[in-house]
């Protein structure tokens, strides 16, 4: 059976993130059967990583505010979640399926495809991020 998305759903959950005056910096979005709907969301990171269990494959968008004291803005990843224990099937079918993600997620500023657990830290995204800023102006301290 073909993968299908709720977009007015997802769409809903996406614009949360982006919205800076909102609480939530990330949402996730599962499979709920052949379809991708909208997961859990929350104002803390650690929360999100939670989600990501071995048994699992995901897709998640997180909000993360960067720069340093001068100049605040927020750089947004879509990460794709695939756990150890996902069926090699499954992990094909994910990549197709993101396509669908992609409707609805347009703006971030790098994508991530995991299954190690060590890359979802917090510290080793917020680096990917800042490298895929380019410049960097925060304070002079590098």
Same mark, same amino acid.
């Given at each position: ?9 997802? $769409?809903?959950? #996406?614009?949360?993130?982006?919205? /800076? ?5 990330w949402?996730?979005? $599962? #499979?709920?059967?052949?379809? =991708? ?6 104002a803390? #990171?650690?929360?999100?990583?939670q ?18 004291a ?8 879509? =990460?794709?979640?695939?756990?150890? /224990? ?27 495809? =995991?299954?190690? $657990? ?7 995204i $917020? ?9 960097? #102006? ?5």
């Open positions: 059976m073909a993968t299908k998305i709720d977009k007015e759903a997802c $769409r809903a959950a #996406y614009n949360l993130v982006r919205d /800076d005056g909102s609480a939530v910096i949402v996730t979005f $599962r #499979y709920d059967g052949a379809t =991708i709907v909208p997961g859990d969301q929350g803390d #990171y650690q929360h999100f990583i989600q990501c269990t071995d048994d699992v494959r995901l897709f998640a968008f997180v909000r993360f505010t960067t720069g340093d001068m100049s605040k803005r927020s750089k947004f990843a879509l =990460i794709t979640w695939i756990g150890e /224990d996902v069926s090699g099937l499954q992990r094909a079918k994910t990549g197709t399926d993101k396509t669908l993600v992609k409707e609805v997620v347009q703006n971030f500023a790098k994508e991530f495809v =995991i299954s190690d $657990r060590k890359e979802l830290e917090e510290d080793f $917020r680096s990917e991020l800042k490298k895929a800023g380019g410049a960097n #102006y925060d304070a002079q301290t590098e």
